[in-house]
């Protein structure tokens, strides 16, 4: 089990962003992490990325305390940290400086699939931004990714190819989670749906089996969430 939450709660000073959610995720998966703002998506990547901890119950990654496993976790939150002096290259030598599994090759390859421009990011569009972002993430080897809303505020276009690089980058042995809105665009990548409503567990379901009771994620959605 590649991660694992067990009655896992967490409490802020005035809500809780999660409450009693058992979830495990296996290795092989991607996994739609839907829900409506505050619903707690956010706060359950953050737990098993290891940058909050549970208030109640405990979160393991990779059968230990996600803090500890840190270095082995993608995680692209929803904030654009980028410098606006950096270049691609400036991202490259900070990413190889930072993590020994960053994978350079890879990070050209998928720069030039994401057709991220070689240019200072202050003048980059809000896309590119984001698709240099997804490039930093994808191009470290890893076997956990945690992407947080990557696809938020983002042209179309810039979706489209953030999602083939998605595809095309994942390995059977990695399992993603992916918050977004942009269910109806996303769905076709998700293997396995897990709602979340107010901080509770609403639904964890086989996406293809909700695809072959003739209803779309999208349909789901709208039923468990409305």
Known sequence: MLARLSDVTKRYLRSEGLRSVTLDFPAGEVVGVLGLNGSGKSTML???????????????????????????????????????????????RFMVGLYGDFDVVRFNDLLDSLEVPRRKTKAMSKGERGRLRLAMALARNARLYLLDEPLAGIDLLSREKILTSIVKEWHTDETILLSTHEVAEAEALFDRVVFLRDGHLALDACAEELRSGGRSVVDVFREVLS
């Open 46 to 92: 953050k737990i098993l990325a290891g940058l909050l901890v549970p208030s109640e119950g405990t979160a393991t990654v990779f059968g230990g305390a996600p803090r500890r496993n840190r270095a082995r976790v993608v995680y692209l939150g929803e904030t654009d940290a980028l410098w606006a002096w950096m270049t691609p290259a400036d991202a490259e």
